[in-house]
């Protein structure tokens, strides 16, 4: 192997590593975590579910931030460049530190094979140690109980949502989909569910290891005011709380089930009421019903699976634009794309479809087949991302809104070009 490779080399070095992007299991990841002696004495908070897990994690970093805790933060996947996935102190991991993490993983693994977000997660976890954090907080790749990232044992775990996503990997019912989430859980700890109707392979499952359950509408729930919320759990009651930063009704009950989470770990890790307030008013992710220009609107969404189309949605509606509402859509394959775009069909107006930059990406043509069926709209079709907004820019007027989704590589793209495009 060459020497003192940079991390751009690091990382496509990792995706020839291993011969398939995606290897369920727990196995590999184990022998190479007990080579590295890779044993945190920090307490680990797990974030898993189809979608939220993303908002959770910033939630929650934000309020353990405010309430004084050095924490260190694992997402996937990236928008901009891979130092987004480990944060340490609120701050991105630099890129020595991604390095020195890899080298020591590939030195200690033997001829064993490791993925991509096999090498990530446990690159992360020994940047965590290091820097000497006093809890983790880790968001779930895929699934959850034969995901990396459940190799290291929650003291907290959150599922955030069931639906369906990655059928090829976790079933294709909730039910299937609801056990492979739950896997995230241990016994006699804390084991919180935000969704409002978990599936009942979930619930007994926590039930059957003895798991500590608390479950939104049950053991917490909201009541949400005009300008405020208040937050009702196991013994906390607390009011007047700040509506999240980031938009969407649905944000209240992301937000909730971090709340629960941190109301749940209150012996070892204390979080007071200020915190709390101060982390709703600073936890931010991009691409998460982010504006990025006026006259017309601009929102970049990575809704990728129907779920979240549908909570996309509920979003437009809740803040709605004079004119038009113009789509750049572009997905993967592997997706569910009738029921995105039956989520979405009556909230636009015109359809511009891309073909994202992955070897999964569903074309442009099929994109538009598929919104003629559905939608009964014709699609203008364009190439790439940035080719499919610059033409719904020539069609907007200044009281339109466009709003582009459909997939991490999509609005990666347009955030790549924000300075020129937007």
Avoid at 36 to 61: M, Q, R
Avoid at 368 to 385: F, G, L, Q, S
Wanted: charged share 20%.
């Amino acid at each position: 192997m060459p020497l003192e490779l940079s991390l751009p080399a690091w990382l496509a070095r990792l995706e020839q590593l291993h011969p398939s992007t995606i290897e369920l299991g727990l196995d590999r990841v184990r022998r190479v975590k007990d080579a590295l002696d890779l044993s945190p004495t920090f307490p680990i908070i797990t974030v898993g579910g189809t979608n939220g897990k993303g908002s959770t994690c910033a939630y929650l970093e934000a309020m353990l931030t405010a309430a004084g805790y050095k924490t260190g933060l694992y997402t996937s996947p990236h928008l901009l460049h891979y130092n987004e996935r480990v944060r340490i102190a609120g701050d991105e991991a630099d890129d020595a530190g991604l390095v020195a993490a890899f080298e020591r993983i590939d030195a200690a693994r033997g001829d064993t094979s490791l993925t991509y977000f096999e090498f990530g997660t446990l690159g992360a976890m020994l940047q965590f140690v290091e820097a000497g954090v006093d809890v983790a907080i880790l968001e779930v790749g895929l699934g959850g109980r034969l995901d990396a990232v459940n190799v290291f044992d929650a003291d907290a775990a959150i599922v955030t949502s069931i639906d369906l996503d990655h059928q090829d990997y976790l079933g294709d019912t909730r039910e299937a989909i609801g056990f492979e989430k739950a896997g995230i859980y241990r016994t006699h700890r804390p084991a919180i569910c935000a969704d409002p109707a978990p599936p009942a392979s979930l619930l007994s499952h926590a039930q059957a290891i003895g798991a500590e359950m608390r479950r939104f509408g049950e053991d917490f729930s909201v009541e949400r005011t005009p300008n405020a919320w208040r937050y009702r759990g196991h013994r906390w009651i607390l009011s007047g709380l700040p509506l999240p930063v980031m938009a969407g009704g649905y944000q209240v009950r992301n937000a909730a089930g971090a709340i629960a989470m941190l109301e749940t770990l209150h012996q070892r890790l204390p979080v007071d009421e200020r915190a709390i307030k101060q982390g709703l008013g600073k936890a931010r992710v991009p691409g998460r019903f982010q504006r990025l220009g006026t006259h017309p609107e601009v929102i970049l969404d990575v809704a990728h699976n129907p779920e979240a189309a549908r909570a996309l949605a509920a979003t437009l509606k809740e803040y709605p634009v004079a004119g038009r509402t113009l789509a750049v859509a572009g997905m993967l394959a592997d997706k569910d794309v009738t029921g995105i775009i039956a989520a979405l069909s009556d909230s636009v107006d015109d359809w511009f479809v891309c073909t994202p930059a992955s070897h999964r990406a569903l074309s442009a043509t099929a994109l538009a087949e598929c919104i003629r069926h559905v939608a009964n709209a014709v699609a203008v079709i364009r190439n790439d991302p940035q080719s499919a907004f610059a033409a719904a820019q020539e069609q907007a007027s200044v009281d339109d809104r466009i709003i582009a989704f459909g997939s991490f590589y999509t609005v990666s793209a347009l955030l790549n070009h924000a300075s020129s495009s937007l």
